[in-house]
């Protein structure tokens, strides 16, 4: 799909919303997109010095038109379309005042500083809501604002660790294995969306009380609640689950198995799907089997199980595998790499990668991950790519703060602001 910066795209569902972004790096900036996505209008505040860490975290940077690296990374890029940014310096009491000024104009601010830092600034939730109501504040911290670990830093690599991912995440210490983090920043993305759900739950209840409120949001919170069934196995039960690399812990056989050209995915679900993969098979013996019959027998059982069914998948190849059990409606899939998964006609059928113009790459455009979410009536837009640091403060604080230019070039000499360059 290509979208371009002067095509119309419709309003969204959420036009007219106008979210101060003071985040970085990926939990916010992945709430602010979705917002962004959604139609709000993002104010995405950035340092004057190099604007969001991310755009410095790479290779790879987009290449301009003579091949040489932008300072666009693809992290940079992965979380920040349809955003207008804003360089201003927080540490200036000019600068503050110039949030404190865009704050009175927003429905919704959303920052991830350490705890107290915003409030040091007079940027903090009791002195910005006093100034504008019906302000809706999201804090976004590694460990949330109390607490024994409120002061800490929080990344998601370690958060990943202290919540109890990475205990469930690999290879079986027998066949050794280590606990091993997710190959992307799952905690900072789950973190975002939570963000995104409690801010637009904020949202529909301002629309009767009239008033904002304040949340609070941690990547830990937010990891720990991810651990779903295995989190609330371990309650029931009080026994700690371990690793079972690609395994499923109650539900067998639910794993990669080896073909004669690579790994598949087998994920039987039921008995009578089991039956029917044995048949597939060639070993209608699994499927009789009193230790196999049922799928507590298969879980209770699977060491015998699994190194059985592994010596029958090795004779066909992945693509007969796959060919064969889904005709039978057996589940199963391939283990793709992303190139695979870009190429893929359903991956392309549904739009999952996004083209946007972007004024200096080398192509004129940079192709992006698409939103998964479809909206029949007011469906998501692809407004504008990713901006470079500082290409909207002069226009937003002419628009929203009714600057003159004087104002702006003496804010920009002053090293208040940075002007950027325009997109």
Known sequence: MTATTDTPQGKGPLNGLIVLDLSRILAGPTCTQILGD???????????????????????????????????????????????SVAI????PAGAALIKRLAEKADVLIENFKVG????????????????????????????????????AGYDFIVQGMGGIMSLTG????????????????????????????????????????????IDISLLDAQVAWLINQGVAYLVSGEVPGRLGNAHPTIVPYETFPASDGQFILAVGNDAQFQRF??????????????????????????????????QTVFKSCEDWITELEAVGVPCGPVNDLKQVFDNPQVQHREMKVTLEHPTSNTGTVDLIGS????????????????????????????????????????????????????
């Not at 809501?129 to 460990?143: D, H, K, V």
């Open 117 to 152: 830092d915003l409030d040091r600034k007079g940027l903090g939730y009791e002195e910005l809501s006093a100034l504008n109501p019906r302000l809706i504040y999201c804090s976004i911290t590694g460990f949330g604002q109390t607490g024994p670990y409120a002061q800490r």
């Open 38 to 84: 959604l139609g709000a209008t993002i104010i995405k505040i950035e340092r004057v010095d190099r604007g969001d860490d991310t755009r410095g975290w790479g290779p790879p940077f987009l290449k301009d038109k003579e091949g040489k690296e932008t300072r666009e990374s693809a992290y940079y890029l992965s979380a920040n379309r349809n955003k207008h």
């Open 171 to 214: 290879e079986t210490a027998e066949n050794g294995g280590i606990p091993t983090k997710v190959g992307v920043g799952v905690s900072d993305v789950i973190c975002g969306m939570y963000a995104a759900n409690a801010i637009l739950a904020a949202t529909v209840e301002r629309t009767s009380s009239g008033k904002g409120q304040y």
């Open 278 to 311: 044995c048949k597939v098979a060639n070993a209608p013996e699994l499927a009789e089997d009193p230790r196999f019959v049922t799928n507590a027998d298969r879980v209770r059982n699977r060491k015998e199980l699994i190194p059985l069914i592994r010596q």
């Open 89 to 92: 310096d927080l540490s200036q």
């Open 372 to 423: 998964p979410m479809k909206l029949s009536r007011t469906p998501v837009t692809y407004r504008q790519a990713p901006p470079m640091l500082g290409a909207h403060t002069g226009e937003i604080l002419a628009g929203f703060l009714d600057l003159d230019d004087d104002t702006i070039s003496k804010l920009a000499e002053d090293n208040i602001i940075d002007l950027g360059a325009s997109t």
